[in-house]
């Protein structure tokens, strides 16, 4: 059983400082690290209970507030029309440029902490997915999980609506898990079959699955949760993540080395 502690940091970005959330094993020693990118809704009750079952499993887990230019730290947006609304705005109302820096900052704190083995990777959900995906055009990324990643298909991200990532997609180097749901109206079939040609084109290492779910089906709260679909597919995250940056370096403990002697 791993035990998990929360804590914040706050990093210099080049657009103002960033609140970043910090979930790691409670237990000493030094674990890989994940750079894990929301939804749109920022740090929400759903995304930390994700983060903590990732650092369950042995990873020290940071996550940006993505929109630390417009938003008070700390600031969640609500699972409603309004909150969507804003949060689709900010989206592209930041640079592109802004998005990559963040990304630079999270490593970068990753890369130095002392708790830290210096292997690290990336996961998001929705947008997250999106920056996840640029994300691990850092070389230090060794993988990637992108669940449901929205835009890269049609460049809509950041200011201007003009992103490139499926042209800076040949930067990636480690290996990818893409996952996405085939009823998801954000991605279509022509959307996703776009993505996957281009990295088969680059010979990009990856794995590739389509499931029958909706979009936010990964989300523990609303009507289109997928708790199934869930179970499945943190396994794979799991062991993709175990395979990819492997595990901390704890020392063992040698067998009855805790038990009480009558």
């Not at 640029?134 to 230090?140: F, K």
């Not at 990324?141 to 049609?154: E, P, S, W």
Request: charged content about 25%; proline content about 5%.
């Amino acid at each position: 059983m791993i035990i998990v502690n929360d804590e914040h940091v706050t990093l210099d970005t080049p657009t103002g400082p960033m609140r970043t959330h910090i979930v790691r094993p409670a237990a000493p020693g030094r674990y890989p690290g994940i750079l894990f990118y929301s939804e749109i809704f920022q740090i929400t009750a759903p995304i930390r209970r994700t983060a903590a079952m990732l650092a369950g499993h042995g990873y020290i887990v940071a996550m940006p507030e993505i929109y630390h230019e417009f938003e008070p730290a700390g600031t969640v947006l609500a699972y409603d029309q309004a909150g969507s609304d804003r949060g689709n705005a900010l989206k592209t109302t930041k640079d592109l440029a802004a998005y990559d820096d963040d990304a630079r900052a999270v490593l970068g704190h990753l890369r130095s902490r002392p708790d830290c083995t210096g292997r690290l990777g990336a996961m998001g959900i929705c947008i997250g997915g999106h920056l996840a995906f640029r994300a691990a055009m850092n070389p230090e990324v060794l993988g990637t999980v992108c669940f449901y990643a929205t835009d890269i298909h049609k460049g809509g991200l950041g200011k201007g609506m003009a992103d490139d990532s499926m042209q800076r997609a040949a930067e990636i180097q480690g290996e990818l898990l893409m996952i996405w749901g085939r009823q998801d109206p954000h991605i279509p079939t022509e959307g996703r079959m776009k993505v996957l040609q281009r990295l088969n084109e680059l010979g990009k290492r990856l794995s590739w699955h389509e499931v029958n779910g909706a979009h936010a089906f990964m989300r523990d709260e609303g009507v289109r949760y997928d708790p199934e679909l869930a179970y499945a597919l943190y396994g794979l995250v799991f062991d993709f993540f175990h395979r990819k940056l492997g595990e901390g370096d704890l020392p063992a403990v040698a067998s009855g080395a805790g038990e009480t002697r009558h």
